[in-house]
């Protein structure tokens, strides 16, 4: 009796999954019709460059728009002119104190200058000391508050920059490394 019930929970998944996998090209009610737009089916386009002027019945993409769709947690929000200047004096005052620090500073001699020189507690401020944005041998900072940020960089030479900023897609001030 369980063995029955078994085989039959194991045949109902399978057309289940084999169900899931059709083509919509398969499908008889899909019959002498393209997938377009307005039917809602749209898949990527194959390789091969789709001509200009014809309606596409799929989705036109190519590397770079696979490359910058992967990478657009990075990519900053807007912010106006206006907020880039209301934030220049802690931009200055950040890559001072960088620059005070000089080259070999530490996450946390970093952490609390940038603190100081932005007014943010430190719990608020980023650091990397690697990775994605980093000078090599050196390390950057970032915070800021709403979606202004003011980030800085400090070089192996000791080489201070600071920079007035758009908050990250993903929420930060510096950006993330990724990993896809």
Known sequence: MWGTRVVGVVVFGAVVMAAGCARVQDDPRTAGSRPSASSGVLGLCPPETVEQGEPSPCITSSEADKYAENHAFRAEMPITAQERVDAEGKRAALEAALRELGAGADEAAARAAAAEA???????????????????????????????????????????????????????????????
């Open 118 to 180: 932005l007014g943010l507690p430190t719990s608020s401020v980023e650091v990397k000391a690697a990775g994605f944005g980093v000078p090599d041998g050196g390390l950057s900072v970032g915070g800021g508050e709403g979606k202004v940020c003011v980030n800085g960089s400090l070089d192996a030479e000791g080489l201070a920059r600071a920079e007035v900023a758009g908050r990250t897609n993903d929420g930060t001030c510096l950006p993330g490394d990724g990993g896809h």
